[in-house]
């Protein structure tokens, strides 16, 4: 089956500029989530969406970053008025209902802000 | 707080030896689960191996296996007859249970080099 996919695979964008990440998980997979990772830095966590509950946004860096996860599938994380140090790979994983919650992560999106 | 610590930024192994990469936590949920992921320098991340804290035994995957000290919180990853292909970042992740809301969070992560 199809493992989570995201894009774009690479951007770059202006300083100031909003940009829009998304995310398609695996089918069926109930949780979700957002993580950064600077260049050859660990993983920064910064939403995570588990079914219909409210989503646990305590990773987010600022009110710039914002994130939706529609029909309990599909997200996009929203960036207004990059900055250069938001300049890093974004990641998502999903992981199935069920134990042991094991994350399936995409490839990343790797954001560029000039 | 830093909840997960790997101390070892780097560690070197020689090809066909064992390598114990460290990993130590802090929770206070009784129910939580350890994972180690593997990051090779195409940047994907693999999920390796898998540790609930009522497991009675240590995890064991193919040449992975996990030694697990709950009363020490620690949960270290073994890779036994290291292959070149080893080589990779390595990063220990811990799951917190109801308290923690379910998510889940990563160590900074150990780079190991295999030697031919």
């Known amino acids: 089956g199809a493992g989570v996919s995201q894009s774009p695979s690479n951007k770059v964008t202006e300083k100031g500029k909003d940009v829009e990440l998304r995310c398609d998980p695996i089918s069926g997979h109930t949780a979700l989530y957002w993580y950064r990772q600077s260049l050859g830095q660990g993983l920064e966590f910064l939403i995570y969406?588990?079914?219909?509950?409210?989503?646990?946004k305590s990773g987010l860096p600022s009110d710039r970053f914002s994130a939706e996860r529609t029909g309990g599938s599909v997200s996009t994380l929203t960036i207004q008025r990059t900055q250069q140090e938001d300049s890093a790979v974004y990641l998502c994983?999903?992981?199935?209902?069920?134990?042991?919650?094991?994350?399936?992560f995409g490839p990343g999106t790797r954001l560029t802000v000039t | 707080a830093q909840k997960i610590t790997q101390t070892q930024p780097g560690m070197f192994v020689q090809e066909k030896e064992a390598v114990t990469l460290d990993c130590t936590y802090d929770t206070s949920d009784p129910s939580y689960g350890l994972f180690w992921y593997k990051q090779p320098s195409s940047g994907e991340m693999i999920f390796l191996i898998y540790?609930?804290?009522?497991?009675?035994q240590n995890a064991t995957e193919g040449r992975y296996s996990l030694n697990f000290q709950k009363a020490r919180k620690s949960a270290n990853l073994v890779i036994s007859a290291s292959q070149l292909g080893d080589s990779a970042m390595y990063f220990c992740a811990m799951r917190e249970g109801q308290t923690g809301g379910f998510k889940t969070i990563f160590g900074a992560g150990t780079r190991l080099f295999v030697k031919a």
């Open positions: 994983a999903s992981t199935q209902s069920g134990g042991p919650y094991e994350q399936y």
């Open positions: 969406f588990q079914g219909n509950s409210a989503p646990d």
């Open positions: 540790q609930g804290s009522y497991d009675q």
